[in-house]
């Protein structure tokens, strides 16, 4: 846990008000602090929306034991520009943009040629993080952000602007292992472990691909709902031991999305030979399994981190095309403890998201 200088929140120009965490506590407050001047390069937005990610949680209280505070959190980024820098040229003022998990990289190492900048060893997080000039980043549980134009994305216009937010998060974290693991073969069928932000989103575009989709959860009471609104093919129960075994090596491919320490033996039991397991959830302990349950069917485990910016747009413009959004509670900002608090224990269907714009009467955008 770091204490980060009360200096560098008045650093800059430009006034911004957020809330942010003090401590690992987690509790979050008002917040005033700055952000730089509209660069070449940059484009800022006025905030209207930003959804709350399981990471947020994990990261205001310190579970993965890398916080920094304050930390403003916040990377399911959409909003209106109000400023572009003199070298912009994809973005006007008014547009609909966002803004994902990543501010800046290197853009020169061989991930970020490759459109991959999540993979940068000089990726600069969107909050939680430090810019290259030394100053801390700080997320979308604020009024306004300044990004460099090569991480600012176009958002659809066609699709509810407070439901895309979380596609900058849940929805890239999903499609992205999809895409690159060549899990969208029509007809095949995917697992889907833990119905929550991300979950949901990877049985929405596991649909959309044509897959036969089985969600495994530990919420009988989301049973209806996945089938009848989410179009899921199966639900199993994880904990039940029956379903499990009647299930054995009936998947071609799992994502697990699970937010707590869980075993991952019976899901990797649940894959077909050759069938492939991707996790994006991130517990905070190490998860263990005998090398026999993938060596057995030639099983492959493995773990992808969001998305590369390009792949974001292409995914955005997927949604867009296939009509698909994120179904989300919209709160306002002094809600966001209590959300916090429900999002602990799984009380969301499926994604809160704030309504920062109304949260704010006076816009600080110019
Ligand atoms: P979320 O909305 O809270 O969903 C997590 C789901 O996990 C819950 O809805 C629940 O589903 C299941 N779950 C919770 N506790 C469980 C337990 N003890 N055992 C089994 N299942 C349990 O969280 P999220 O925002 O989707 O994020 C999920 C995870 O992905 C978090 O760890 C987050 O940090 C991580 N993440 C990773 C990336 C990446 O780049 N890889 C990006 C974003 C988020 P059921 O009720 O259906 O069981
Ligand atoms: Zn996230």
Redesign the pocket.
């Known amino acids: 846990m770091v204490m980060v200088n009360e200096g560098e929140l008045s650093r800059f120009e430009v006034e911004v008000e957020g809330w942010a965490a003090r401590d690992d506590s987690g509790i979050l407050s008002p917040i005033n602090f700055t952000r730089r001047k509209t660069g070449s390069n940059d484009v800022t937005f006025k905030v209207a929306y930003c959804g709350i ?3 947020d ?2 990261q205001i209280r310190n579970e993965w034991k890398n916080s920094m505070y304050p930390m403003v959190p916040g990377h399911e980024i959409v909003g209106l520009v109000t400023e572009v820098g003199s070298e912009v040229k994809k973005f006007a003022v008014g547009d609909r943009v966002g803004v994902g ?1 990543m501010v800046w990289s290197c853009q020169q190492c061989d991930s970020c040629s490759e459109g991959q900048e ?1 993979y940068c060893d000089k990726t600069v997080l969107t909050y939680n993080a430090i810019n290259a000039d030394g100053s801390p980043t700080f997320g979308g549980y604020s009024s306004l952000m300044v990004c460099n134009q090569r991480f600012v994305v176009k958002i659809p216009e066609t699709l509810p602007f407070d439901a895309e937010a979380p596609l900058l ?2 929805g890239i ?1 999903v499609y992205s292992p999809m895409k690159y693991l060549q899990m969208t073969e029509p007809g095949k069928s995917l697992g889907v ?7 949901h989103m990877a049985v929405k575009l596991g649909k959309a691909f044509g897959l036969r989709v089985t ?1 495994i ?3 009988p009471k ?1 049973e209806k709902e996945a089938r009848e609104v989410l179009g899921a093919d199966h639900f199993i129960i ?1 904990k039940d031991q029956k379903q499990m075994q009647d299930a054995a090596k009936s998947l071609d491919y799992i994502i697990d ?6 075993p991952i033996q019976p899901l990797i039991s649940l894959l077909k030979v050759q069938g492939k397991l991707v996790l ?4 905070e302990n190490p998860i263990y399994f005998h090398p026999a349950a993938v060596i057995s069917g030639r099983r492959f485990v493995g ?4 998305g590369g910016v390009k792949e974001t747009q292409e995914m955005l413009d997927f949604c867009a095309e296939h009509n698909i959004s994120c179904m989300i509670e919209n709160i306002p900002i002094d809600y966001v403890n209590t959300a916090m608090e429900r ?1 602990g224990k ?1 009380d ?1 269907k ?2 809160f998201v704030i309504n920062v714009a109304e949260s704010y009467s006076s816009p600080t955008a110019n």
């Open positions: 990610c399981h990471s949680l994990h998990c999540q998060c849940a974290t472990v833990g119905l929550g932000g991300l979950g969600v959860s530990t919420s989301k994880s999305t699970v937010s707590a320490d869980h994006v959830g991130l517990p773990g992808s981190s969001i999002l799984g969301v499926y994604r």
